[in-house]
Nanobody, 124 residues
């Protein structure tokens, strides 16, 4: 079964950190760029970050620049999202998705596999 599985979400206080992980099952991430999306309650899903197949190209939505870092370990078939200085507005379900091409993109229509998400709650 081809799937992506996210982990690492949880409850954290404002200013805290979390590292999300995304692992692929049934296929290799080697050929694909990977993106992280999030969807907060009552809001539309938005792209947060992406990384190219090689890892040399990354991109971030403005609201997380300087706080979040995306990385990948192709040998482990995993992608990570390190989230620092978390704010209450970062509260959302976070999803990883594989991109149809090897480049970095946060356009939903360029994704093919999606994970089921992991919940991040930032609250005191």
């Amino acid at each position: 079964q081809l799937q992506l599985v996210e982990s690492g979400g949880g409850l954290v206080q404002p200013g805290g950190s979390l590292r999300l992980s995304c692992v692929a099952s049934g296929f290799s991430l080697d050929y694909y760029g990977i993106a992280w999306f999030r969807q907060a309650p009552g809001k539309e899903r938005e792209g947060v970050s992406c990384i190219s197949r090689s890892g040399r190209s990354t991109n971030y939505v403005d609201s997380v620049k300087g706080r979040f870092t995306i990385s990948r370990d192709n040998a482990k078939n995993m992608v990570y999202l390190q989230m620092n200085s978390l704010k209450p507005e970062d509260t959302a379900v976070y999803y990883c998705a594989s991109i149809l091409r090897p480049y970095c993109s946060m356009a939903s229509d360029q994704m093919h596999y999606w994970g089921k998400g992991t919940l991040v709650t930032v609250s005191s």
